[in-house]
């Protein structure tokens, strides 16, 4: 049994089953998985799980059952940078006060990560600019695409910050992406562009690679055969980074 890393996404998930009042049936939630990266046991990754450390944050805003699903990607962002991911689930009337509080701290610069903004389409930007002595904050809402717009357009308390819209084509991580039939990003591919125009390229990378491995192995585990890609150069990219993390530690 590996261990869970502790950090906001899986303290999320815990809390929300341990209030949940029957069990959660997610897709593929039949299948017995390692608790710690949610894979079918015989494709744990966890000895490949990089953990880095960034400037920039990120602060998830999961919607309803988002945390307890297996194939969730938001928990991939906090697994790569545990020390500056934040999740909570999204509420439009009562944001839990510990978002309030981490929206309002002058330490931060929140953006609202989402390809448009029709009603105020000044508040859209595609550069990561926070003023002297602030960090960029990420705000990533982690749900279906109809969740994700109903989150921007139903919650006042994010009115007022940038909207930070990616273009995927122009940024290196793009090239790595796994081909899947969706034509939006997930939200953990999200994250990685947002990392790469923020400048925080190695984790930006790091975070790429543990995607694609982990999307790799967890289509593996739901039709019962092996990795369909060629993980060689992903395990070593991330063997690499894990070795770069190190030596600055
Ligand atoms: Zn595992």
């Known amino acids: 049994m590996k261990p869970i890393p502790d950090h ?11 209030v949940s ?45 988002e945390p307890m699903k297996p194939s969730n990607t938001g928990r991939l962002i906090a697994d790569v940078l545990p020390d500056t991911t934040w999740a909570f689930l999204w509420s439009r009337t009562e944001p839990h006060p510990e978002l309030l509080a981490l ?14 903004c029709e009603k105020e389409p000044t508040r859209l930007t595609s550069v990561v600019t926070p003023a002297p002595g602030k960090k960029p904050l990420f705000i990533l809402l982690d749900g279906t695409w109809p969740e ?17 819209a990616i273009k995927p084509d122009a940024l290196s991580t793009y090239g790595m992406r796994v081909a ?9 591919e999200v994250a990685a562009c947002v990392l ?37 150069p992903l395990l070593q990219g991330l063997e690499a980074i894990k070795g770069q993390a190190a030596a600055l530690d």
Not at 8 to 18: I, P, T
Not at 107 to 113: E, H, K, L, S, T
């Open 148 to 164: 994700a717009r109903k989150m921007f357009n139903k919650s006042p308390y994010l009115d007022g910050f940038p909207v930070l």
């Open 103 to 116: 929206l309002a701290d002058p330490a931060w610069q929140p953006y609202v990560v989402f390809p448009a």
């Open 180 to 188: 899947h039939s969706d034509e939006h990003l997930c939200t953990a």
């Open 21 to 65: 009042t029957r069990p959660f049936l997610a897709r593929g939630g039949s299948v017995p998985r390692c608790d710690a990266c949610q894979l079918r046991h015989d494709w744990c990754a966890c000895d490949w799980r990089p953990a880095l450390k960034a400037k920039a944050g990120f602060c998830l805003m999961m919607y309803d059952s």
């Open 196 to 232: 790469e125009v923020a400048g925080e390229l190695q984790a930006g990378q790091a975070l790429q690679l543990w995607f694609n491995l982990f999307s790799s192995r967890y289509m593996a585990g739901r039709v019962s055969r092996a990795p369909g890609e060629d993980e060689t």
């Open 8 to 18: 906001a996404v899986n303290r999320l998930r815990l809390w929300r089953k341990s």
